[in-house]
């Protein structure tokens, strides 16, 4: 039986020395909305796919690269939220207001 840390990371759910901890409350937020749009994305790119598979070819190609410049964006989103966690983008509590 494995017993699971009383202080888990809200982020990732990993255990307290979780990189994510040591974010203030702005970058953490800051990272937790960049993951949520991304996952949003996600989700949307794939009900696109979902109702492009029943299209004609020509519509379906179509619907393929909008779902390609989706699947950028999330890229791009992760990337985002990765650069936080490394503490390369910051977010200042005064940007918040």
């Known amino acids: ?5 009383l202080l888990e990371c809200f982020t990732c759910g990993t255990d307290n020395r979780c990189d994510a901890m040591s974010l203030t409350k702005p970058n953490q937020e800051l990272r937790r909305n960049l993951k949520n749009a991304a996952a949003l994305l996600e989700d949307a790119a794939q009900a696109l796919f979902a109702k492009a598979k029943k299209l004609p070819d020509a519509e379906f190609l179509s619907e393929m690269e909008r779902i390609g410049k989706l699947n950028e964006c999330i890229d791009t989103l992760e990337a985002y939220a990765k650069e936080v966690k490394a503490g390369r983008i910051n977010r200042d509590v005064e940007q918040r207001k």
Do not use: A, K, N
């Open 1 to 5: 039986m494995t017993r699971t840390s």
